[in-house]
């Protein structure tokens, strides 16, 4: 599943959870992230071979991904990031043990949709066990974009309804200025409220199209 996937339904998770503080509930939704961390690697070997693409992906992505943070000792090393990272109030622990749930769960969606070509190895460094369903979907298979674009219509609803977002694992201002305009546009169908809406909804799209592009996803092809 793609990385926003993951950073904003561990944030509903953390939501559901009942977990109080802004503060907390970013951590536990960047701690479902964490494991596609490894983004990082692709990313610094584009650089590394010139914006080579292709030589980037066969020679370190490919070899990279799922392998190093998708697994049971990464899920253990970001339980204790969050303990340490936790606001200090009783609910520490239980922030920490959701954080942990959540990097968890970031490995199951992986193996429903990651494709059966792309295993993860829950028991590395100790094992080179691979994990993959055969009846598994691919990456940009259209179930993960129907439930990423589910999630970005949620975080809308969401906003209006509730009065915060997942945007608000970018900031408590993030957050508040999502709401200022969804909530906006139901009192007054302004001119303006309406224009926002629309660049809202084209950076939606734009957001698709960098997630999907490096994956080769081509809807007229
Ligand atoms: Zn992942």
Redesign the pocket.
């Known amino acids: 599943?793609q990385g926003p996937t993951?950073l904003m339904l561990s944030w509903y998770f953390a939501e559901s959870a009942g977990v109080r503080s802004a503060r907390d509930r970013r951590i536990v939704a960047w701690a479902g992230f964490a494991?596609?961390i490894d983004v990082l690697a692709y990313a610094g070997a584009i650089v590394w071979y010139g914006f080579d693409k292709d030589l980037a992906y066969e020679n370190v992505w490919q070899l990279v991904h799922?392998r190093y943070t998708?697994g049971l000792s990464f899920v253990l090393l970001t339980g204790v990031l969050a303990w340490w990272l936790a606001s200090r109030t009783p609910a520490r622990a239980r922030v920490a043990l959701l954080a942990l749930l959540a990097s968890a769960i970031?490995n199951f969606f992986?193996l429903v949709g990651g494709g059966p070509t792309w295993p993860i190895y829950p028991l590395w460094p100790l094992s080179d066990f691979k994990w993959y369903a055969t009846w598994s979907w691919t990456i940009g298979a259209w179930p993960n974009i129907v439930i990423l674009f589910g999630c970005l219509g949620a975080m809308l609803l969401y906003a209006r309804v509730v009065g915060r977002s997942p945007l608000e694992c970018f900031g408590d201002r993030a957050s508040a200025w999502l709401t200022g305009v969804v909530r906006q546009e139901r009192r007054s169908d302004s001119a303006a409220a309406g224009r926002l809406r629309w660049v809202i909804w084209v950076s939606v799209a734009l957001l698709a199209v960098a997630v999907l592009a490096p994956l080769g996803f081509n809807p007229f092809g």
Do not use: S
Request: net charge negative; glycine share 0%; aromatic share 0%.
């Open positions: 599943m993951h494991p596609d799922h998708h970031h992986d």
